[in-house]
């Protein structure tokens, strides 16, 4: 039953899981770090994202407009959201901003599902990555392996912007201490509307270039906001790298234990998350003090 | 167009709170281009919260704060910061998980004027030396240092210094002093909190003590020396 073959597709499963869960945990741990809000719509971002580009795809054909179009959408969704919605709640009580963020996560759902049914959607995987590929010890799906490529090249994008540019600089900062750079002459309001827009995008992105692997529901983005929860917390919160480090250790943690009974892949996720609360409660690459 | 000696900073009617509690009471100060003005007083004077409401960072309920005359109270602290008001906050609040540098740069992204690095290196040499260092690896007399160097990156037309001497080396604080110094003799406008009252003396030409949030006495700092029953009184020497 356990073979060689069978696990190293387990571990590169986990890999594409993986990656793909630290792209939407990085989204979701820089706008909890800047903004203090923990936003419970981000599984409906990652929805959206996938929606947005099955409607670009209808009109263009082309999956790669498809992505970049769904990531523009998320970005302006995001922002708007902020601006309208989510800035009223930055100085009330933490359960109003989950309260708040849960009921938009309801709504855009619900919106969805009045949009285009709850029936599934799918979006086909672009013509050069479909198919199989021989890795010469197993087979694999073209695009899954393509998409370990895209995951990676989209966070190697959020590290480039958040460690090699001014705005990557004052977000950094403003995880740290918001109140400091707004005396330090930063317009802290503006930079809270680019990272919640940067978030929702990071989700938005990887709900479209996953939406080839699954198929569109309106409740698809449920469950992985729940998983992309226990990847911040053992990543540690406000933290990129522990994002990266907290999603491929929950994804292969969620392949492996599938290898051997998928009914305790959930169970292995959420015992993991309760290890690394009890020894480091401020996540394996967080700061401490931020708990 | 600047001169030494016109008035640079005219506070009047300040009034703040947190939440229901009246903390400042119809403060009012000023301070002259290129001068060195200590406020002092006991803990709990209000001397930081005025610094603080200066910057913006409490908003005043009424008074005006008016720098070369334009009224800044009630506004936000980045647009503060922008008309050239600085605050170097008592705590500090270097960016831990910045370096020296980056600390720094972040200080000028928005400046509308700002010193060049080496410039900001060459008044302290010592966080040349650190300046890929992350800011929680730094002492406490770096840290202070780096929170003046990145008020001064934006080339600010007063700074706010709330108790820049505190909890460090008296080594350290000898060598801050003469960096404080320096930058009154090059011209820099200072408003400075200091519970060492010898070192605020040393630094300042005039003083406002602060108790319970009202001004009970102003004056130059020659004056005060010579006023035991102030001294006494307010500041409990």
Known sequence: ????????????????????????????TIIYGTLGVLNLAHGAMFMLGGYAGWVVYQWTGSFALAVLGASAFLVIVGAILELVVIRRFYGRPGEDQI??????????????????????????????????????????????????GIVAA??????????????????????????????????????????????????????AVNAPVVSLTPDGGDAILIETFVVVVIGGVGSFFGAVLGGLIAGEILSLTSMVDPAYSQFALFAAMTLVLVFRPQGLLGAAGRE | MAKPGETLLAVEGLNSYYGDSHILFDVAMTVARGEVVALLGRNGAGKSTTMKSLMGAVRPRSGSVKLEGEDLAGRKPHRIAAAGIQLVPEERRVFGSLNVEENIVLAGVSA???????????????????????????????????????????????????????????????????????????????????????????LASRAYVLNNGHVVYEGTTAELRATPDVLHRYLGV
């Open chain 1, 1 to 28: 039953m356990l073979n060689w073959a069978n696990l190293v597709s387990q571990l590169f499963n986990g890999l594409a899981t993986g990656a793909l869960l630290a792209l939407i945990a990085s989204g979701l």
């Open chain 1, 99 to 148: 309260l708040v963020t849960f009921g938009l996560g309801i709504v855009i759902v619900e919106l969805v599902r009045r949009a285009f049914g709850s029936l599934s959607l799918t979006l086909p995987a672009p013509a050069w990555a479909s198919g199989i590929t021989s890795l010469g010890f197993m087979l694999y799906p073209t695009y899954r392996i393509a998409l370990i």
């Open chain 1, 154 to 207: 989209a966070l190697l994008a959020l590290y480039f912007v958040l460690y090699r540019t001014k705005l990557g600089l004052i977000v950094r900062a403003g995880i740290e201490d918001a109140g400091m750079v707004d005396i330090l002459g930063v317009d802290v309001g503006k930079v809270f509307m680019v990272v919640f827009g940067i978030g929702a995008m990071a989700a938005g992105f990887a709900g």
């Open chain 2, 112 to 202: 509308p004027a700002r010193w060049p690095l080496d410039r900001v290196y060459a008044m302290f040499p010592r966080l040349k030396e650190r300046r890929l260092s992350r800011g929680t690896d730094l002492s406490g007399g770096e840290q202070q240092m780096l929170a003046i160097a990145r008020a001064l990156a934006r080339d600010p037309k007063i700074v706010l210094l709330d108790e820049p001497f505190e909890g460090l080396a008296p080594i350290i604080v000898h060598e801050l002093v003469r960096t404080v110094h320096e930058l009154a003799a090059a011209g820099q406008t200072i408003v400075v909190v200091e519970q060492n009252l010898a070192a605020a003396l040393g």
